[in-house]
């Protein structure tokens, strides 16, 4: 089975740095991925990592270390538009399975 | 091009009814997924599907709860006498192909079930 690890919550201020980790156990791994969803929304996708390294898009970018089992999302310049619940998720065993999601809370 | 289809977003039922509960995949997507999200929780896997096939269904309650995807039409989750437990939002997501790589897969806006 699967299992990810995740802060359940984090704040920042309007224009900080926040990363979130996520450390996972699973028994088949292609990649990790990571969505966003805001209050009562469709969880949307972010970002996809099946290879060691950072990848970047735009003020998002997420980075993977299949030796270690961890990754991160990292959200630059933080607007007020970003406060929402962020899931990181692997994909193995033919299905995706998610974290228990990160609350970034965003402040002015 | 229409997203994720679900229907209908909001379901009341009392305790002991049935639920029904639809989800139209993206064009071109033959894989449909059902997740469940309690409240300030994640997304709990329960059931993939492709036409006419039940994938995986490990994450699926053994009574009460089923799920199918016919050839012609949408996916529906069925759940059977509810109860005040199965009061959640259920999240259908689809995609091209099976998740073994980069796919990405696509959320309805959800259905949220309540029981009372």
């Known amino acids: 089975g699967q299992s990810l690890e995740q802060p359940s919550e984090v704040t920042a201020v309007e224009g900080a740095i926040v990363q979130i980790n996520c450390t996972y156990q699973?028994?088949?791994?292609?990649?990790l991925s990571w969505y966003q969803q805001h209050d009562g929304g469709a969880p949307t996708f972010l970002s996809y990592?099946?290879?060691?390294g950072l990848e970047e898009t735009g003020r998002f970018s997420s980075f993977l270390s299949r030796s270690d089992s961890y990754g991160y999302l990292l959200l630059q310049e933080l607007q007020m538009k970003d406060s929402a619940s962020y899931f990181c998720?692997?994909?193995?065993?033919?299905?995706?399975?998610f974290g228990a999601g990160t609350t970034v809370t965003v402040r002015a | 091009n229409a997203g994720v289809m679900q229907n209908p977003r909001h379901l009341v039922r009392r305790r002991g009814q049935e639920a029904r509960l639809r989800c139209s995949p993206m064009?071109?997507?033959?894989?449909v997924y059902w997740y469940r999200q309690l409240p300030e929780e994640g997304l709990k896997f329960m059931v993939y599907?492709?036409?006419?096939?039940?994938?995986?269904e490990s994450g699926m309650p053994k009574e009460r709860f089923s799920a199918e995807f016919p050839k012609e039409g949408p996916s529906i989750l069925r759940i059977q006498q509810v109860v005040r437990g199965d009061s959640a939002a259920y999240f259908c997501?689809?995609?091209?192909?099976?998740?073994?790589?980069?796919?990405?897969?696509?959320f309805g806006e959800g259905s949220w079930l309540t029981v009372v």
């Open positions: 990592n099946a290879l060691d």
């Open positions: 064009k071109g997507h033959s894989h």
């Open positions: 997501a689809s995609s091209t192909r099976q998740p073994d790589g980069e796919n990405t897969i696509y």
């Open positions: 599907l492709q036409k006419e096939n039940i994938i995986d």
């Open positions: 699973t028994s088949g791994f292609y990649g």
């Open positions: 998720a692997v994909t193995g065993d033919y299905k995706l399975s």
